[in-house]
């Protein structure tokens, strides 16, 4: 019977946010992304349902930017 993963490494956060480890790892740092130290070596984890909010955050505060007329279409994307 297939058991269901419910937390998730920074490596594959990154690569589903489509950002380095780096940059994944600096979401955990700043409180932007909630995860947990696990193990003796204090490996962080995520669990799916709090990547699951972190994207709908960025969701919404991305439809308040754009209806503010604050988001720069102008930046580099990437």
């Known amino acids: 019977m297939p058991v269901e993963v419910r937390f998730l490494p ?4 990154a690569e589903i946010l489509n ?3 780096a940059q994944a790892r600096a979401l955990v740092r700043s409180g932007e992304l909630r995860a947990i130290k696990v ?3 204090g490996q962080w984890r995520v669990e799916k349902t709090e990547l699951e909010k972190y ?3 960025m969701y919404e505060q991305t439809q308040r ?3 503010a007329d604050n988001f720069d279409f102008d930046a580099p994307i990437g």
């Open 10 to 13: 920074l490596t594959d956060v």
């Open 39 to 41: 193990g003796g070596r």
């Open 19 to 21: 950002v380095s480890s």
């Open 55 to 57: 994207i709908q955050r």
């Open 65 to 67: 930017d754009v209806k």
